[in-house]
């Protein structure tokens, strides 16, 4: 397939590099500069020990998006209304990577041949324009928004696989709690995961802003998703959140697509969700705070 790949951060040049094993691959990216180290230099892969490097096509996505049978859509959620205008002239297949759950009515009328949604379990660190650290090794599930169970990414491709989901709103769901318990609690305490759950003062306010989320989410497994949760905390004890590190470099957090999706179901259901609002209010003062010091 000719795969276009919408976003130069971490996750899009992890896509790229592996992807690029059996695709013909053509990364967009915001800045014209980067496309031309990638173009000159290639993508290259760090994971332990190991350091790849792949060649492929590259090109600012000002020069608009070329007839790829996929796109993939790894820019941040805040970035997506940029991206949008040149997607309603894309008729192949389209697929969305992003945290939270705001995405989903923005992108369902989209024209594309199908439209996919995509929870990325890998860990990735970007170290400059065309390298990236395959810093966790994971899985990318997929969901389809019109044909559930349809695999159009069927590759077994070493250390980079993918798992067709049912669901495609569940699924974001169970990332969306995930995230809006873990990304705004570490960020404020400026903690790795696992203190969330090994502090006993912090995980009674994992508790307090859990079952908050439940009850406005209105989860039938309530028991279950909690555990969930602090499975996550335990398994990534010593990740930094991405929201903690957005807060720790002065930049834009996702805390809109995340909290702020929580907050749009609070007000609509009219549920109590005041946890959840001072710590967007409290992250979003953080943002300003950031802006400020640059």
């Known amino acids: 397939m000719n795969i276009g790949i919408v976003g130069g951060g971490a996750i899009g040049l992890l896509f790229a590099f592996y992807l690029s094993e059996r695709h013909s691959i053509t990364v ?26 792949r060649k ?14 996929l796109l993939i859509i790894t820019v941040k959620q805040y970035h997506l209304p940029s991206i949008l205008p040149a997607l309603y002239h894309f008729k192949g297949n389209l697929l969305f990577v992003q945290n939270g759950m705001s995405h989903i009515d923005q992108v369902k009328l989209l024209p594309a041949k199908e439209i996919i949604f995509g929870v990325v379990e ?7 324009q065309n390298t990236v650290e395959h810093s966790g090794i994971g899985v990318t599930k997929l969901a389809s928004l019109k044909n559930p169970g349809r695999d159009l990414l069927a590759d077994d491709i070493p250390f980079f696989s993918f798992q067709i989901e049912p669901d495609y709103y ?16 570490t960020a404020l305490l400026r903690v790795e995961n696992g203190y969330l759950v090994k502090h006993d003062q912090f995980y009674n306010a994992f508790l307090l802003l859990f079952n908050e989320i439940a009850e406005v989410l209105e989860l039938s497994d309530r028991e279950g998703m909690q555990r969930h949760v602090e499975d996550i905390c ?15 470099k002065g930049r834009q957090t996702e805390i809109d697509a995340i909290l702020g999706f929580v907050l749009s179901q609070a007000k ?13 209010m409290l992250i979003k003062g953080k943002e300003q705070q950031g802006e400020e010091s640059l």
Do not use: F
Not at 30 to 52: C, P
């Open 28 to 53: 967009y990216t915001n800045r014209s500069e980067q496309a031309e180290v990638i173009k000159d230099k290639g993508v290259r892969m760090i994971r332990g020990e190991t350091t790849l490097l």
């Open 56 to 69: 492929m096509k590259a090109k600012p996505a000002t020069d608009g998006i070329s007839d790829e049978d």
């Open 122 to 128: 890998h860990g990735a660190l970007i170290h400059n």
């Open 170 to 185: 569940n699924m974001l769901l169970k990332k969306l709690v995930v995230n809006a318990v873990i990304n705004p609690l």
């Open 234 to 248: 335990r398994t990534t004890s010593k990740n930094r959140s991405s929201m903690l590190k957005d807060i720790e």
């Open 268 to 280: 609509e259901k009219s549920k109590n969700a005041k946890i959840a609002a001072m710590l967007y």
